[in-house]
């Protein structure tokens, strides 16, 4: 059962995560990356595949500058409906912290085959190579995300075609609302350190 680790990992009864349930998109497939502040900050990519959100920690966060090669940590599968989860996940839960939705969209393989766009996609992932047009409100265009060899199994770069979309430098940060709850999160969080080391 492909969410059965996000289900072990979390108290649905103390956190506001939607349960792990399959669902999928009525037309086109969808995308959603959030900005996740927990033990570090880091953003969370997120692929819409089999009835479920293929997902990657990006600790950078993602680029439109094909110089950066992201690294993009695999880790268990979300569900569909985590692609609108934005709230506070209680301390001593999984991934305890500030959540916020950073971009969303559709989006679509890049290659065009013969097989549905989603069968197309599940077999590039299965073959660590991945090829995909993300039509988002930040990012757009070409990406791919490609298994790293010799190194651990859930290790992907994260990587910008050139295209015009292509943009550099770019800082995923500096693409962020300024009224970002996840900022105000850290802020706090920082601040509330200073004053305990004042104390001791």
Known sequence: MALKDYNEKRKFN??????????????????????HAASRL???????MDG?????????????????????????????NYKDFEGNIPEGNYGAGQVEVWDSGTYEPLEETKLS??????????SGSLKFILHGK??????????????????WLLIK???EFAESPYDAEENTSSKSLVTKFLEEKKSLKTKEKKKS
């Open 14 to 35: 103390e956190t506001t995560e939607p349960e792990g349930k399959t669902k999928k998109s009525k037309d086109k497939l969808i995308f959603v990356i959030q900005r």
């Open 42 to 48: 880091h953003y969370d990519f997120r692929l819409e």
């Open 52 to 80: 479920v959100l293929k997902s990657w920690a990006v600790p950078k966060g993602p680029s439109l500058d094909p110089k950066d090669k992201r690294l993009a940590m695999m880790v268990e599968d979300h569900p569909y």
């Open 117 to 126: 766009a989603e069968k197309e996609l599940l077999k590039e992932l299965y």
């Open 138 to 155: 930040k990012l757009k265009g070409e990406f791919a995300l490609v298994k790293m060899k010799n190194s651990e199994d859930n290790a």
């Open 161 to 163: 075609h050139k295209d």
